[in-house]
Each structure stands twice: as C-alpha cells, then as structure tokens.
C-alpha cells in the first residue's frame, strides 16, 4: 500500500495560480499512476489530470486542459498539480490518488489522500 498526502489549498481570485503537491511514502511510488480529482459541495468526484510512471502518458478533464498542468518527481516521492487561471468553478476539495495500472476511472483508484480545500473567488 501507499500513503498519499496533499497539501497547497488555500483561498484564491479568479485568474491567480496555485501549485498542490502530492506526497507519497513507501519505496514503489514509480510503480503508481497518480490522478488528481476534485469534488464541489453537492456534485460527484470528478476526473481531474494523471500520469503515467514514467510520466510519459498524461490526461487532463477538458474543463482544465490548458490551464492545468500535471508533473511528478519520482525521486522526491511527489506529484503536482500547477492551476493557472483559476476560475470559481474550480472551487472543490482536491484529492490525489495512486493505481497501478494506468485509468482515468476513480473507482479503479485503490489509495486516496485526505484532500486539500481549493476556494476560488470571482
């Protein structure tokens, strides 16, 4: 198993940038895809960005593509979520989550963090 924390919420303004970071323990975080998902008060979690082991296969929700990006360093144990141009719409508590095989499917994702709280003002 694998233990994942995130951390990097806050409160911001439409249009400002936020960087999350996810941290894993253990000693086979290479061995993982980790995908971020977001849930707003009242919808269900929803499908966010993840990456492959190797980091060559990424995939980005369309309400994100171009404004997120996805990155990890497996030397460091840590995946990160770079928003840019934050919207109001992007206000939900923020999870990442490891697999190990690669899918875009939360129910496929067997380890979750605790979430971190991202709140967007207009």
């Known amino acids: 198993q694998v233990q994942l924390v995130e951390s990097g919420g806050g409160l911001m303004q439409a249009g400002d940038s936020l960087r999350l970071s996810c941290a894993a323990s253990?000693?086979?975080?290479?061995?993982?895809?980790v995908g971020w998902f977001r849930q707003a008060p009242g919808k269900e979690r929803e499908f966010a960005a993840s990456?492959?082991?190797?980091?060559?296969?990424?995939n980005y929700a369309n309400s994100v593509k171009g404004r997120f990006t996805i990155s990890r360093d497996n030397a460091k144990n840590t995946v990160y979520l770079q928003m840019n141009s934050l919207k109001p719409d992007d206000t939900a508590v923020y999870y990442c989550?490891?697999?190990?095989?690669?899918?875009?499917?939360?129910?496929?994702?067997?380890?979750w963090g605790q979430g971190t709280q991202v709140t967007v003002s207009s």
């Open positions: 253990g000693r086979t975080f290479n061995r993982y895809t």
């Open positions: 989550a490891a697999v190990s095989g690669y899918s875009i499917d939360p129910d496929r994702y067997a380890y």
């Open positions: 990456i492959s082991r190797d980091a060559l296969t990424v």
